[in-house]
């Protein structure tokens, strides 16, 4: 923390196969781009949040060398294969020293700045997490303070931090009105966008 302002850094989780999607989904073209670019931009466009990696995983070089990840950091997850907890885990160890992290997803094109920037707004006294919401139901973004990075090595399998907020002192941050949380998990869901 310097000067009181926490040191905050972003995450994108885009290593899986999509194997739903029946191909290499981070790089299916959404609006002349690669469906990842729109999820890396908006990370990168806000500035509290430095360093921001991408965590990759499944045809890792074939994604770096079609998506413009501006100055986000490319990090390849070596264990992508079992589950979104080990791509958690390997963006945690690459952000560093960081008081809190703000994550999301490589498949959630409609995801603004302004929503990533309002998980910023917690009190590290008071919170352990920020979890956005639509129409009261959970997504992401997602901020996890220090406490809850600390214990990222805990996490296995599929389902990624979840559990970690369990018990957690978690403020609730409602964003319905304020961007689209469509995860694009098959190309019929591409088609309809």
Do not use: N
């Amino acid at each position: 923390m310097e000067d009181g302002v926490p040191a905050i850094g972003g995450i994108v989780l885009a290593a899986g196969e999509g194997s739903r999607f029946g191909g290499t989904k981070q790089l299916a073209e959404l609006r002349g781009r690669p469906l990842l670019a729109h999820a890396v931009e908006a990370m990168l466009s806000v500035p509290a949040i430095s360093p921001v990696v991408v965590v990759l995983g499944h045809e890792a070089d074939e994604i770096r060398a079609r998506v413009d990840l501006g100055a986000a950091q490319p990090v390849v997850c070596s264990d992508w294969a079992k589950g979104q907890a080990a791509s958690v885990r390997a963006g945690i160890a690459a952000i560093g020293d960081v008081d809190a992290a703000v994550i999301t997803l490589g498949d959630q094109p409609f995801i603004t700045p302004q929503v990533i920037a309002g998980v910023l707004d917690f009190d590290p006294g008071d919170h352990d997490a920020v979890r956005t919401t639509y129409d009261g139901q959970p997504g992401h973004p997602v901020l996890l303070a220090r406490r809850l990075l600390e214990r990222a090595g805990e996490l296995r399998g599929d389902v990624g931090f979840r559990w970690l907020l369990e018990g957690a002192r978690v403020r609730r941050f409602e964003a319905g009105r304020l961007a689209d949380p469509t995860d694009i998990d098959t190309r019929e869901e591409l088609a309809r966008l």
